[in-house]
């Protein structure tokens, strides 16, 4: 009995590991699919459905971040610290920003309307810094 379960267990934390240390590596704050071209280059055998499961149990877990910004589909990150991200509204990359924690707003908005506030979300949008310098570019032609 015991050896037919270890088998698959050293399998799945094989793939863990690849998907840990892509996204420990990487801060491209890639999307399911995304992750699974990268998973697939060290392990070419591997489908979706288990980077999917993968991604939820290491967010799970706490190993990763899920991220639920408001274009829709959900991205993974490798950093775990509480930091906030901006969403690049002309070709959709999403960056670190590296603000303090807000705390002070959860501290302000306690309370109101008698709700009891445990945390905040909060999502930058604008141009990342290679968009920045296309459109200054276009604004001014030299
Ligand atoms: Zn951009
Ligand atoms: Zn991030």
New binding site residues.
Partial sequence: MKVIEEKPRIRITRQRKVILEGLKNS?S?PTAGEVYDMVRQELPRVSLGTVYRNLDTLSRDGHI?K?DLDEGQKRF?G?IDH?Y?LRCLSCGR?L?INLDPQTDIVKKANGMNNCLITGHKLEFTGLCPQCRRDEESIKQPN
């Fill in positions: 801060t704050h971040l991220l990150d950093r930091h991200h999403v670190d």
